[in-house]
Every structure is written in structure tokens, then in C-alpha cells.
């Protein structure tokens, strides 16, 4: 009889399975307060680092845009104001609940965009379309990064870019301080505000079993990326990693 595999969901081992089960539960639970528990973990940070990972992108009107994990859809919300009405961007994730906040959201700004639920690991779209591919705080919650990265860059045009946003690790003299706010403040605040502290714990956990910059970096160069390079954002609290495809 052969074991399943396992993985991290934050710090425990779980079946592969298991955890795809887990974190869809995590965010069908904190969906309707995503944004407000965003703005308010962060004190706002997070709008600075979408906002510095726009301005990195490259996209201009006419491009094609995929959003990855796109969540409550504030990427793709930002794409679709530059890509005009001769660009594409589509918001996908692989959660209902998330997905369909998002495009209400779009929706009740103007913005009819395409949808899709589905798999990072498995994209339902042709090879060499997207001029950039977008994911912002999601990676680390994919059973295999490393397949969601190939399928990232399989979708890409040569010449166009991948840029994953995510938690990082942190500058070491503030490591204790950060690591006091994640494990005691951060669950406190998800408690009062959505009733469920247990999914900002495993949050919080996740970060610290994601890759940190240079193993991410040699992960997304291994999927077939060039010229990699990483941005630190607020002492490495964040980092913003962006890799073409040849």
C-alpha cells in the first residue's frame, strides 16, 4: 500500500489532499472580511505593495492579463484600468467564495471581467497568451509551487513577465518583533473581526514555511524564467519577485 503524500499546512504535515481541503475552508471562512482584516493587519501596506508590483509590470493598454489567486480582484481591478478596452485581464481563483466576492466587487465598480475557478497547478488557458501573470499572496498557500510556477510561465508570451508578491522573510533584528505581531496580535485581531482566529494562525504559519527570497528566486528561474530578480518591501515583511519568459 503505498502512503500519501504530504505537505505543510503552516507548520503540520498533511496529506496533499488534506491541505486543499483545509485551506478552501480558511477562505471560505475569512472571505467576506478579506479586504477589511488586509487593511487591517497590514495598516494599509498591502495597497503600496499592489500598487508598487502595477507599476512594475509593464502593462500597458492592449496587454493580456492573468490574475492568479486574484482574490478579491484588487490587482486585477488596477490592471483592468490600464489595459483599456483593447486589453484582456482575467481573475481566477481556485476558491468560490473568493472568486465570487471579487467579480461583485468588479462588477459594482464598473468592471464586467472575465472569470474562472480553477487550479494554478492546472490553468485552463492555451500556451504563450498572457503578456504577465499575477500572483499576490497566493502562492504559498499551492500544494506544489513548483508546478503552479511551470503553469504560470507555460501561459506567458516570450518576452512576458511573471510577478509573484508575497510574504517573505524578514530583516533578522526584527524577526522577533514580527514574529510576536504574527503569532499573537494577528489571530486576536482575526478573532474579533471574523470570528475565526485559528485560519489567520495557519495564515501566519504559512509564511514561515514559504520559501524565502533566494529559494523562491531559484524556483522560478527552475520553471523556465530569466533575468529573476526580487524587490524588498518593508524590511522583507514582503517581497515582490519578477521573471520573463524567453
Not at 486589453?87 to 459594482?108: C, E, K, P, S
Not at 529573476?228 to 524590511?235: A, G, Q, R
Request: with cysteine; charged share 25%.
Amino acid at each position: 500500500m503505498t502512503q500519501d503524500k504530504t505537505t505543510h499546512f503552516g507548520y503540520e504535515t498533511v496529506a496533499e489532499q488534506e491541505k486543499a481541503r483545509r485551506v478552501r475552508d480558511v477562505f471560505d471562512s475569512v472571505a467576506g472580511r478579506y479586504d477589511l482584516m488586509n487593511d487591517l493587519m497590514s495598516a494599509g501596506m498591502h495597497r503600496l505593495w499592489k500598487a508598487f508590483t502595477i507599476a512594475r509590470s509593464g502593462v500597458r493598454e492592449g496587454s493580456r492579463v492573468l490574475d492568479v489567486a486574484g482574490g478579491t480582484g484588487d490587482l486585477s481591478l488596477a490592471f483592468a484600468k490600464r489595459v483599456g478596452k483593447s486589453g484582456q485581464v482575467w481573475l481566477t481563483d481556485i476558491n468560490n467564495a473568493m472568486l465570487a466576492h471579487g467579480r461583485d466587487r468588479l462588477t459594482n465598480k464598473g468592471y464586467m471581467l472575465p472569470v474562472a475557478q480553477c487550479d494554478a497547478e492546472r490553468l485552463p488557458f492555451p500556451d504563450d497568451w498572457f503578456d504577465c501573470v499575477t500572483v499576490a499572496f497566493g502562492l504559498r498557500n499551492m500544494t506544489h509551487k513548483d508546478a503552479a510556477l511551470r503553469e504560470m510561465t507555460r501561459v506567458l508570451r516570450p518576452g512576458g513577465c511573471l510577478m509573484v508578491l508575497e510574504f517573505s522573510q524578514v530583516w533578522k533584528p526584527l524577526a522577533p518583533i514580527y514574529d510576536f505581531y504574527s503569532f499573537q496580535v494577528i489571530p486576536r485581531i482575526g478573532g474579533m473581526v471574523t470570528r475565526d482566529p485559528d485560519s489567520y494562525r495557519y495564515l501566519s504559519e504559512s509564511i514561515r514555511v514559504h520559501p524565502d527570497q533566494d529559494t523562491l528566486k531559484g524556483m522560478m528561474e527552475a520553471a523556465g524564467l530569466s533575468r529573476v530578480e526580487y524587490f524588498n518591501m518593508t524590511f522583507g515583511v514582503v517581497a515582490l519577485h519578477r521573471g520573463y519568459k524567453l
